[in-house]
């Protein structure tokens, strides 16, 4: 295993992170803190990676801790929302390492603190975070950049974190400022990649940074818009109502495999209750073969101006 860079202390989902693996893309905490959040180790967990599970299995989860091996590259353990283990396998890559601790490895860190962690980005619209969800593919982080390139400012990529204040208002926690794009979304708003870094195995996926555009403080949640592809030229735009609501979040809950698990479904449900008593969630549905990022950003805008009745 190459060797590593000394621990450093990161800011991402409002959390202060310990860790001996470099993340570029996080923001380095230069503050004087009194306890750390969460601990990212090395160490070899080949031992007890061959107690815990079968030949066949890639994942292992109980009420303490979440545990998972990729092959080829490592072997990640979760525990108790505060301490990451990383096993690396035969050759150290730290690019693909990096992508599941802040991933994967994020998600299951959230649901063991007690945060909602919803698939999509959000961004921020006359101070609250509206969210792009939607499965892969779909394209909520284009839709994200169509909204930067306005002028909004994004609070998180990929993974939205949501905690619950005294009155149950769910507020969506800044993660990093990063966005992952594809060439062609690049190409479509006529920005170039020459500047930005590959994602390891990705070469048409590149990471953007977007300091001057992210958003550092939680907002509230202001509504959800749930991304489809169709095979029809229209876009269309409907809400979302009745149990239609609730099957949205468990199926865009990040990493949802861990719920049952983790013991989490009743938790899973009161919270996702909370959020669908406080925000309208909407379907937009975008042809799956031309580019409709700008055209979209139109039509979520107008929405939210016959929310408030403008």
């Known amino acids: 295993m190459e060797k590593v860079a000394n621990e450093v202390i990161y800011n991402a989902f409002g ?19 009194d306890s750390i959040d969460i601990e990212i180790e090395l160490e070899d967990l080949s031992k007890v990676w061959l107690e815990l599970s079968d030949s066949q299995s890639t994942l292992v989860i109980n009420e303490n801790f979440v545990m998972f091996k990729v092959t080829d590259t490592a072997i990640f353990l979760i525990e108790k929302g505060r301490q990451i283990t990383v096993s690396p396998l035969n050759e150290y890559k730290e690019d693909v390492i990096r992508l599941y601790l802040l991933g994967s490895c994020m998600g299951a860190i959230l649901m063991q603190r007690g945060i909602f962690p919803i698939h999509g980005s959000a961004i921020e619209i006359n101070g609250k975070a509206y969210g792009i969800i939607g499965d892969s593919g779909a394209g909520k982080s284009t839709l994200a950049t169509a909204f930067l390139q306005k ?57 953007i940074p977007i300091k001057k555009q992210f958003s550092y403080k939680p907002m509230p949640l202001g509504g959800l818009f749930e991304l489809t592809l169709t095979l029809n030229e229209e876009i269309e735009l409907k809400p979302i109502e009745g149990l239609f609501r609730f099957q949205t979040l468990l199926i865009h809950t990040y990493r949802n495999v861990l719920i049952k698990n983790l013991g989490l479904t009743n938790w899973h449900f009161i919270n996702s209750t909370k959020i669908m008593n406080q925000i309208n969630m909407y379907q937009l549905r975008r042809p799956k073969n031309a580019f409709t990022a700008n055209e979209l950003v139109s039509h979520i805008l107008s929405c939210l101006k016959k929310e408030n009745g403008l």
Do not use: C, H
Request: proline residues 8%; negative net charge; without cysteine.
């Open 151 to 207: 002028g909004y400012k994004l609070l998180t990529d990929d993974v939205i974190g949501i905690y619950f204040t005294k009155d149950n208002i769910p507020m969506v926690i800044p993660s990093y400022p990063q966005q992952k794009m594809w060439q062609e979304s690049l190409d479509e708003f006529g920005i170039e990649n020459k500047d930005f870094r590959p994602i390891y195995q990705r070469e048409t996926k590149f990471a």
């Open 15 to 33: 959390f202060s992170i310990r860790s001996k693996i470099p993340f570029p893309e996080l923001l380095i905490n230069d503050n004087q803190i």
